[in-house]
């Protein structure tokens, strides 16, 4: 698809589009095995990667933070790819734009679409080795730190991090239980370490957040 392209610098990663889309909390950008029309670029929002598995029940694969890449990339019409998940707008005003022709992107672009692949790549097999490797709790707390890592803000040596999701959603994205997730957080909450109420995660101090 894009290959022997000399990948840049993460601070250079900067790709940007003409045509863009704006979707309503809870909207879908696209749907689970209907056909990819290219890959979609993250411009501001959060995404929720949903994969509905064979035997019917549901899983999260990511949440998706602003330029970011989802989508499978469908650019050659003789053989269609098909969406391997749902992705849905956890924002009000999520603004996506959408690559469905790879010759319109400069050299220096996709070089940094191939980059932007290989991290997705990379985050895949981490959740994969901490699925092997750490207990439930550890893997909720990794989540957890990722999540805050990537899209919290910082004020001071705490970081809040504002985001749609149920103790049900944290289960799944760290392959876990719903009642897991709870006493994980209750723990946390009474040691200190978090603050939380509805959609809001305080964490006292990240660098200080131990798995």
């Known amino acids: 698809m894009i290959s022997n392209l000399i990948q840049p610098s993460r601070e250079s990663i900067q790709i940007t589009f003409p045509v863009v889309k704006r979707y309503s909390k809870g909207q ?3 749907k689970q095995n209907q056909h990819s029309e290219g890959f979609y670029l993250v411009k501001k929002g959060i995404v929720k990667l ?11 694969l990511k949440i998706v933070g602003e330029n970011e890449i989802i989508g499978e990339g469908q650019f ?8 391997l998940s749902y992705a849905i707008a956890l924002e009000e005003g999520t603004l996506i734009q959408k690559i469905d022709k790879i010759t319109n992107l400069t050299i220096q672009e996709q070089a940094d679409l191939t980059q932007k692949l290989l991290e997705r790549a990379s985050e895949a097999a981490q959740r994969h080795e901490r699925l092997i490797s750490y207990d439930a709790e550890r893997r909720i707390k990794a989540v957890l730190k990722d999540l805050a890592i990537k899209l919290g803000k910082k004020y001071g040596d705490e970081t809040l991090l504002k ?3 149920t103790h049900e959603d944290f289960a799944l ?3 876990s239980s719903r009642q897991t997730v709870t006493k994980t957080l209750s723990n946390l909450k009474r040691q200190g370490i978090i603050n939380y109420s509805r959609n809001r995660i305080l964490f006292r101090n990240l660098e200080n957040f131990k798995l």
Do not use: A, E, H, R
Request: aromatic fraction near 8%; glycine fraction near 4%.
């Open 28 to 30: 879908p950008i696209y």
């Open 50 to 60: 949903q994969k509905i598995l064979p035997n019917g029940l549901q899983t999260i």
């Open 76 to 83: 050659d019409s003789v053989f269609p790819q098909k969406n």
């Open 163 to 165: 985001i749609n999701l």
């Open 173 to 175: 994205l760290s392959d």
